[in-house]
């Protein structure tokens, strides 16, 4: 699937629910299917600069795609990057770095998040991109 698929399948996932409890709910259930990083990555370079919680992400290439896990030490925010992964693992570098990410407006996640947690929100795309960019600039 297309980032731009999966994005589309995750706004209807999300559409089915009548207000932000569920979705809370819902993101929750998300973050316990997250692909777990080894222990062995949940190292200071792999968390996220600029998160209250703690989230830890690490990225490979696996036949020109890049591949992530991650864990965080918060539920909600566990469910974030799950959605987060969920959208760019797979998924070629370029692919990743060329995405825009207004699915989550289109779900409303930034709004129903405090001030702290939308930050970190914005801070975990950027490392994936950043991920992406370091990955794209090898396979050139």
């Known amino acids: 699937m297309t980032i731009q698929e999966i994005q589309e399948d995750i706004v209807?996932?999300?559409?089915?629910?009548?207000?932000?409890?569920?979705?809370?709910?819902?993101?929750?259930?998300l973050?316990?299917?997250?692909?777990?990083?080894?222990?062995?990555?949940?190292?200071?370079?792999?968390?996220?600069?600029?998160?209250?919680?703690?989230?830890?992400?690490?990225?490979r290439l696996n036949d020109d795609k890049l591949v992530?896990?991650?864990d965080s030490d918060a539920i909600i925010t566990k469910g974030i990057i799950a959605i987060l992964i969920r959208v760019f693992s797979n998924q070629k570098p370029k692919d990743?770095?060329?995405?825009?990410?207004?699915?989550?407006?289109?779900i409303g996640l930034k709004e129903h998040l405090s001030p702290t947690r939308a930050n970190?929100?914005?801070?975990?795309?950027?490392?994936?991109?950043m991920y992406a960019i370091a990955y794209q600039t090898q396979l050139n």
């Open 68 to 70: 992530f896990t991650a």
């Open 96 to 106: 990743i770095i060329d995405a825009d990410t207004e699915f989550i407006d289109k």
């Open 120 to 129: 970190g929100l914005v801070s975990m795309i950027k490392q994936l991109k």
């Open 12 to 29: 209807d996932e999300f559409s089915m629910f009548d207000d932000w409890m569920q979705r809370y709910e819902y993101m929750i259930e």
């Open 31 to 59: 973050g316990k299917s997250l692909p777990l990083i080894e222990e062995k990555y949940k190292m200071d370079d792999n968390l996220i600069k600029g998160c209250q919680s703690k989230v830890w992400v690490h990225a």
